[in-house]
């Protein structure tokens, strides 16, 4: 049991680490940490760690953005959608994930379609730090296929809720 734990922290501290070295722009590390973590998440039955650390792992091929990224990006997206079928709690991160993907690739509709889904659930739960992401994929979506108003009512409210917590 304890070298369980063991492992799923290791897991979660490289998941952590990851994060950090993409925030500094050191790309190719930190994908790399999301790997192996994810891969330990799953050799321990982590399902939870093992789906969040692949999608920071898309997330940070999108920063990236070098030949195949993209692709690998949209196959992690198919994955996490299969994986988040039975854990409803994450099925807005799955949908999060799939927007940014496919906006980065320019698949328009794709993007609108699984970005209004995500924002239509940002209250289901609790979905930790992506609902500032979740609104700002949607205004960025709805942008990019020239729903302006609405985007624009998006970030009205997403204002209101800043001003609200200050």
């Known amino acids: 049991m304890r070298s369980f734990r063991l492992r799923i ?24 940490l999301q790997r192996e973590a994810a891969r330990i998440a799953d050799e321990c039955g ?10 920071y792992e898309a997330q940070m091929l ?3 953005g070098e030949p195949g990224d993209l692709r690998h990006a949209h196959a992690l997206v198919q994955h996490i959608r299969h994986a988040t079928q039975s854990l409803l709690g ?5 949908l999060f994930i799939e927007a940014r993907v ?23 739960g609790p979905i930790e730090e992506w609902a500032e992401q979740i609104r700002l994929c949607l205004v960025e979506a709805l942008l990019a296929t020239g729903h302006r108003a609405e985007a ?5 409210r997403a204002f209101e809720i800043i001003g609200h917590r200050l």
């Open 9 to 32: 922290l290791e897991a979660s501290c490289l998941q952590n680490i990851g994060m950090s070295q993409a925030r500094l722009g050191s790309f190719n590390h930190a994908i790399e």
């Open 46 to 55: 982590g399902a939870r760690l093992g789906i969040n650390c692949r999608v």
């Open 62 to 64: 999108v920063w990236r």
């Open 90 to 94: 994450l099925q807005v991160v799955a």
């Open 102 to 124: 496919q906006l980065t690739r320019r698949h328009l509709d794709e993007a609108l379609t699984a970005a209004r889904a995500a924002h239509a659930r940002i209250d289901d």
């Open 152 to 156: 624009d009512a998006i970030l009205r």
